[in-house]
């Protein structure tokens, strides 16, 4: 037996009510809680989904609440493996082989400055398009990370114009998720948000220190070849975005339309 619509949502706001305020994953535990509860419905047919929810949700109301940490870590890893998968498409390659081509074609260091201009454009546009796309998901649990990573290839591509600075971009992210992780499991929840700034102005003072520091080994070879390739990093990260969205459209449509 499927669940309608209303029950569908009715888990949703129990969840809602109960705490767990980012969209994604209350949805990732409403799928499991509807799985769970068509499966004890199927074995006694003559009990209602109230009765059998209500049960339910005693016996693991505790342990559900409990795992909405490590559901938040798993969102944010699919988003960065999805990111580097980005990486490793056909469109990507032609891109890339385009690339090259001009680079080796045309002395384009000269429109250093039309390229600055153009990558800066793209960093609204993509940066625009998150919020617009986003705004009807409302809450989500990687909407900090998707923003961190947008503002992170903005410094890379837009102000510090420094190749090696991607090489730390994704590590650092992963590193800051697992540091995240690790604060709020060993400090009190009113110190948690101190304990994430400093670790946060850490690491972004470290990553611009060797931003910085990594700035000699640029040759112009090196940065006219940078002018291209930040467009292979915004389509990816565009992408990225835009395959997000539409997971999470085609996975819980029947929640967020209106209960029939």
């Not at 949805?27 to 509807?34: F, K, S, T, V």
């Not at 049960?55 to 890893?77: F, I």
């Not at 390229?115 to 409302?138: D, E, G, H, Q, T």
């Not at 649990?141 to 903005?154: D, E, N, P, Q």
Request: hydrophobic residues 50%; charged residues 20%.
């Amino acid at each position: 037996m499927k669940l309608t619509r209303t029950e569908l949502k009715f888990i949703d706001n129990y969840l809602l009510n109960s705490g767990v305020e980012y969209l994604d994953v209350r949805m990732e535990l409403n799928d499991h809680i509807a799985s769970a509860i068509e499966r004890e419905i199927q074995k006694d047919t003559s009990q209602t989904f109230y009765e059998v929810f209500k049960d339910y949700m005693v016996r693991n109301k505790k342990s559900l609440l409990q795992a909405c940490d490590l559901q938040e870590r798993k969102l944010r890893h699919s988003i960065v493996t999805d990111f580097l998968k980005n990486f490793l498409t056909k469109e990507v390659l032609f891109l890339l082989v385009l690339i090259l081509f001009i680079n080796n074609k045309l002395n384009l260091i000269a429109f250093q400055e039309f390229f600055s201009v153009l990558s800066l454009a793209m960093f609204v546009i993509v940066l625009c398009f998150y919020f617009i796309s986003f705004k009807k998901l409302r809450k989500i649990s990687t909407g900090k990370l998707l923003i961190g990573l947008i503002g992170l290839l903005f410094y890379c591509v837009v102000y510090s114009q420094n190749i090696f600075g991607l090489l730390i971009i994704l590590p650092s992210l992963f590193l800051l998720g697992q540091v995240r992780f690790t604060i709020k499991k060993a400090i009190k929840e009113e110190f948690v948000v101190v304990a994430q700034v400093m670790v946060g102005m850490l690491a972004m003072v470290l990553f611009i220190s060797f931003v910085e520091w990594s700035r000699q080994f640029v040759t112009s070879e090196m940065v006219t070849f940078y002018f291209l390739f930040q467009f292979i990093l915004w389509f990816v990260l565009f992408k990225t975005l835009l395959n997000y969205k539409k997971t999470i459209l085609k996975k819980y449509k029947c929640i967020f339309e209106k209960a029939s």
